[in-house]
Antibody
Framework: QVQLVQSGAEVKKPGASVKVSCKASGYAFSNYYMHWVRQAPGQGLEWMGI????????DFAQKFQGRITMTRDTSTSTFYLELSRLRSEDTAVYFC????????????????WGQGTLVTVSS | DIQMTQSPSSLSASVGDRVTITCRAS??????LAWYQQKPGKIPKLLIY???TLQSGVPSRFSGSGSGTDFTLTISSLQPEDAATYYCQKYNSAPWTFGQGTKVEIK
C-alpha cells in the first residue's frame, strides 16, 4: 500500500534551518506530485508548496518564498522540505501529502498523508 | 489568491443529527474542491473530492455538493466517531488553499 514515512521531530533555534524528509513507497515515485502542508499548534492546515518529482519543478506559497526549498532524491524515493531562517511562528507539524498523477496535471486532491514531523523553534 | 471561508467555525450537535458545513470560495473554482477530516492528534483524511465524490471507504452518511463558489459537506446522521475538525481545500491551481476548519463536537 502507499506509504509516506517522515523523519523524526526536530528542535531548532531561531535563525537556523530545518530539513524534513518524506520517504515514499508502494507506488511509482516519479508519477505523482508531492505537497507539503503544515499545522501550527491548535491551528488549521496551511499549504506550503508542491514538487514535481519528474524534473523537480516547484511552486510555493508566497509567504514562504525565499526561505523554502523542496527537493527529491529519485534513487531513494524520498522528498525533502527545507525551511530556513526559522522563527518561533514556524513551530508546527509538517506533513507531506501525495498529489495527483503527473499525467493529469497538478490539479488534484491530497491523499495519502505522511504521519507528520513536529518542528519546534525555540531559543 | 482565492480565499476559502468555512462556516460555522464550530458546532455542537447530537448523535443522529443532520450536520451541514459550508465552504465558500472567493472566485469560481468549478468543482475543484476536497473535504478532509482530522481527528485530534491524527493526520488529515480525505473524505470527498471533486466536490461530491466520496473517497473509497468513507461512510455514505457523508456527502458533498456544490460548484463554482459555494459548497457544502453534509453528515446525514452524526455519529460519535465523527467528532473532528473538517477542512475544505481548493485544488484547481496554486495556492492549494484550505478553509480555516470547522470543529464538530458531539453533545
Amino acid at each position: 500500500q502507499v506509504q509516506l514515512v517522515q523523519s523524526g521531530a526536530e528542535v531548532k533555534k531561531p535563525g537556523a534551518s530545518v530539513k524534513v524528509s518524506c520517504k515514499a513507497s508502494g507506488y511509482a515515485f516519479s508519477n505523482y506530485y508531492m505537497h507539503w502542508v503544515r499545522q501550527a499548534p491548535g491551528q488549521g492546515l496551511e499549504w506550503m508548496g508542491i514538487i514535481n518529482p519528474n524534473g523537480g519543478n516547484t511552486d510555493f506559497a508566497q509567504k514562504f518564498q525565499g526561505r523554502i526549498t523542496m527537493t527529491r532524491d529519485t534513487s531513494t524515493s524520498t522528498f525533502y522540505l527545507e525551511l530556513s531562517r526559522l522563527r518561533s511562528e514556524d513551530t508546527a507539524v509538517y506533513f507531506c501529502a501525495r498529489g495527483p498523477v503527473l499525467i493529469v496535471g497538478a490539479t488534484g486532491w491530497l491523499d495519502p498523508w505522511g504521519q507528520g514531523t513536529l518542528v519546534t523553534v525555540s531559543s | 489568491d482565492i480565499q476559502m471561508t468555512q462556516s460555522p467555525s464550530s458546532l455542537s450537535a447530537s448523535v443522529g443529527d443532520r450536520v451541514t458545513i459550508t465552504c465558500r470560495a472567493s472566485q469560481d473554482i468549478n468543482t475543484y474542491l476536497a473535504w478532509y477530516q482530522q481527528k485530534p492528534g491524527k493526520i488529515p483524511k480525505l473524505l470527498i473530492y471533486a466536490a461530491s465524490t466520496l473517497q473509497s471507504g468513507v461512510p455514505s452518511r457523508f456527502s458533498g455538493s456544490g460548484s463554482g463558489t459555494d459548497f457544502t459537506l453534509t453528515i446525514s446522521s452524526l455519529q460519535p466517531e465523527d467528532a473532528a475538525t473538517y477542512y475544505c481545500q481548493k485544488y484547481n491551481s496554486a495556492p492549494w488553499t484550505f478553509g480555516q476548519g470547522t470543529k464538530v463536537e458531539i453533545k
